[in-house]
């Protein structure tokens, strides 16, 4: 069973930016994803991209983050700028395949917080 560790969430004023990371415990060959969850809500998803790179963002995201991966380092990004209180969730990573089917088990996540 592949295992993710995403990291790099935090506290941020509205307008910062934020790097998340995304670690998986071996190669990956399909989508890579990322999404979100706030308390009480469904899970979304923030932004695809697969292995060739092609990149697919939620309207709500678009022009702020920029997903991308490092497929030698089994690793996924997620570059979070100009940032907005309605971004605060925690943030998960996992793949797909076609439809949207979530391959894998979740991780524990990556708390993101924009407040001032």
């Known amino acids: 069973q592949v295992q993710f560790v995403e990291s790099g969430g935090g506290l941020v004023q509205p307008g910062g930016s934020l790097r998340l990371s995304c670690a998986a415990s071996t190669n990956i060959f399909t989508r890579m994803v990322w999404y979100r969850q706030v308390p009480g809500k469904q899970r979304e998803l923030v932004a695809g991209i697969t292995s060739g790179g092609t990149t697919t963002y939620a309207d709500s995201v678009k022009g702020r983050f920029t997903i991308s991966r490092d497929n030698a380092k089994n690793t996924v990004y997620l570059q979070m700028n100009s940032l907005k209180p309605e971004d605060t969730a925690v943030y998960y990573c996992?793949?797909?395949?076609?439809?949207?089917?979530?391959?894998?088990?979740w991780g524990q996540g990556t708390q993101v917080t924009v407040s001032s």
């Open positions: 996992n793949s797909d395949v076609g439809g949207g089917r979530i391959l894998y088990s």
